[in-house]
């Protein structure tokens, strides 16, 4: 899988690319507009991460170029603006999700998964780990080929944890990836264990390990033992 | 007390000053004049009294002339000549009356007569109640006079004044960039409109400097908060981390997401001042009411709180953004600091927005509710801003806001 990552934050861009280095991913870093512009042109990505606001010009501009040459390029916005003028442009232009820092690296991976496995074909839609298999495009979930019923929240929570496994996933970001900015100011820790106790049940309970390990203070990891 | 009235009285009580001590100042000279008029005139007659003793011999029989009274009587050694004065009854009018009197030595055929003439003076009452009247309808008339012109020259001289006053009235910071006021040829006004004019375009400019700084400062922030944030993150997934270090490094991990938040909150904030959210649209405030209420159905069951719906159809014309948050804080507020099983009711039609729930009493004072930083207890996990940020989107559409406590139920209601 190769990413680019068009981003003019050195530093940001090391963390990314480190990250999603980690995943597996083939990460290319470009620092400004210019060489980000050439390289969408000349090789083909399987994503693009954007920052809208680069020296040299707007990340906008390179989404329109791109699109108007490879239509079917996937492209994750990642913009230190927060507006929503800009959060419809893009998506107008045709990007497949918008971020906005500061955002967490967990969250960026499940987007980033979530729209590279949208736009593969036959076959490689399904998640599988060990006896779990979640198919997206139907929202199943079996475990041991039995399905299970899992509420919104427990399905949402099950894949952005199938997406980063093995890694601590923080509370916080749970929290952010689960209810957006609604639940600020609100201790969601409750929430999230109550969700988490009963989604390990329910796979525990056809059969299935128990993969989701408490991280104490700092959140939960899914992984073998 | 208005500039006119102050004048006026001290107008008033200057001349009451100067016409009395002008009064007195006349009523002594003129004395004094009537006086000297007197023993001149008595002088006289004393020589006309002397040549009529010499020529004829005898002593006048009459008195000469002008109604004065002449009196003699004999007396042993002459004496100095004297005058003075004294009063007399006078029996028509039952009052005494002064007169100015002249004694002075006769001696006709070798005996001594002493001769006294009482000369009439005008009654000091008179002389006073006469130049009292005088002054006082001269008073009266220059109060009058003086008050109305006061009146037309505030009304033409101080009109540059009041037109400059009602301008500075109706300026508001956040509204107009600056202030221009009309010409006068009033050299005084027309500095004072000068300094005012370069007063308040310096306190604009330095208004829109600070807020396009705080825009600028928490947009430049987000940034190297990104950078933390995402370091961080990777040494989370560090294996090698002791229990101690990785226990320092979620404390940090969690204050930035603090200050990250607050950022944002702020950011919000500067952008909602600076009127950035200007693209407006119809939006249906009763479909976003419903849509939030689904997103914090959880916590509604969590809290077993019941919501009381009455809630009609409402469009208005806004920034879908600041909609969504006005509705989303105000919501998200009455839920978290309700109390377990308590209630929320919603009543939003085309005149207001009325959210009220139960709770505990807040030690704040309701105006201060909506500053920013407020917060009911130090210990909440709040940022203190969501207020602040419902206040401010208010304010840029003009809506009124109130906050209200009573019998354990908060209310907020937006008039639109």
């Known amino acids: 899988m190769k990413v680019l990552l068009i981003e003019d934050e050195k530093t940001l861009a090391e963390s990314i690319s480190l990250y999603l280095g980690q995943e597996g991913y083939i990460c290319e870093v470009a620092n400004g507009f210019i ?100 198919s997206p495009a139907d929202a199943v979930v079996t475990v041991k080929e039995k399905s299970i019923s899992l509420t919104r929240k427990e399905y949402d929570l099950l894949l952005y944890f199938l997406a980063n496994t093995n890694r601590v996933v923080t509370k916080e970001s749970i929290a952010e990836h689960l209810w957006g900015e609604e639940m600020d100011g609100i201790d969601s820790l409750d929430f999230i264990y109550s969700h988490i106790k009963n989604l390990r049940k329910k796979i525990m309970e056809k059969g299935g390990d128990d993969y989701i390990q408490t ?9 073998k033992k | 007390m208005k500039l006119l009235t102050r004048t006026n009285i001290f107008f008033v009580g200057l001349t009451l000053i100067v016409f009395t001590l002008g009064g007195t100042v006349f009523y002594k000279t003129f004395r004094n004049i009537t006086r000297e008029d007197a023993t001149e005139r008595l002088q006289d007659e004393k020589t006309k009294i002397l040549t009529y003793v010499s020529s004829h011999q005898s002593l006048p029989q009459n008195t000469i002339s002008l109604g004065d009274t002449v009196a003699f009587y004999q007396v042993v050694a002459p004496a100095t000549e004297k005058t003075g004065r004294t009063k007399f009854l006078n029996p028509s009018e039952n009052e005494y009356e002064p007169y100015q009197t002249l004694e002075f030595n006769v001696s006709l055929k070798g005996v001594n007569y002493r001769a006294v003439i009482f000369k009439p003076l005008i009654e000091a009452d008179d002389l006073q109640h006469a130049i009292f009247q005088a002054i006082a309808i001269v008073s009266l008339i220059l109060v009058i006079v003086m008050v109305l012109a006061n009146f037309a020259i505030s009304r033409f001289v101080w009109k540059p004044f009041h037109r400059t006053l009602e301008k500075i009235k109706e300026f508001d910071l956040a509204k107009e960039g600056s202030v221009s006021f009309s010409k006068t040829s009033i050299k005084e006004f027309s500095e004072m409109n000068a300094v005012l004019e370069t007063m308040t375009n310096k306190i604009a400019a330095d208004y829109k400097n600070l807020k396009q700084f705080t825009e600028n400062a928490s947009h430049e922030l987000q940034t190297p908060l990104s950078i933390i944030q995402s370091k961080l993150e990777l040494m989370i997934q560090a294996e090698n981390l002791s229990a101690d270090q990785m226990e320092e490094v979620r404390v940090v991990y969690e204050a930035t997401g603090r200050l990250s938040k607050l950022n944002q909150a702020l950011l919000l904030l500067a952008k909602i001042e600076n009127r ?141």
């Open chain 2, 276 to 416: 950035q959210f200007v693209e407006t649209k119809q939006v249906a405030l009763n479909e976003i009411v419903e849509s939030k209420l689904n997103a914090f159905e959880e916590l509604i069951k969590h809290k077993n709180l019941s919501v009381e719906r009455n809630i009609e159809p409402v469009t208005l014309q806004l920034h879908q953004t600041l909609a969504d948050i006005l509705l989303s804080n105000l919501i998200g507020n009455s839920i978290k600091h309700n109390i377990e099983g308590g209630r929320i009711s919603i009543k939003l039609n085309k005149e207001s927005l009325v959210i009220s729930n139960s709770g505990g009493q807040i030690s704040m004072l309701p105006h201060e509710l909506f500053h920013r930083f407020r917060k009911a207890s130090d210990a909440s996990d709040s940022l203190g801003l969501g207020l602040a940020i419902v206040k401010e989107i208010c304010d840029a559409y003009g809506f009124d806001i109130q906050y209200m406590y009573a019998n354990m139920v908060h209310t907020i209601t937006i008039s639109f």
């Open chain 1, 35 to 134: 060489i980000g512009d050439e390289k969408v042109q000349v090789a083909d990505y399987d994503c693009v991460l954007l920052d809208i606001t680069l020296p040299g010009g707007n990340g906008l501009d390179i989404l329109n170029n791109l699109k108007k040459k490879k239509p079917g390029a996937a492209v994750i916005i990642i913009s230190a603006k927060n507006s929503l003028d800009d959060k419809v442009k893009g998506l107008d232009l045709g990007a497949d999700d918008y971020l906005t820092k500061p955002f967490h690296l967990s969250e960026l991976n499940a987007r980033l998964k979530s729209v590279i496995r949208r736009r593969s074909f036959g076959g490689g839609n399904e998640i599988i780990f060990n006896e779990i298999k979640v």
């Open chain 1, 215 to 223: 991280v104490y203070g700092m959140g939960y990891k899914f992984a």
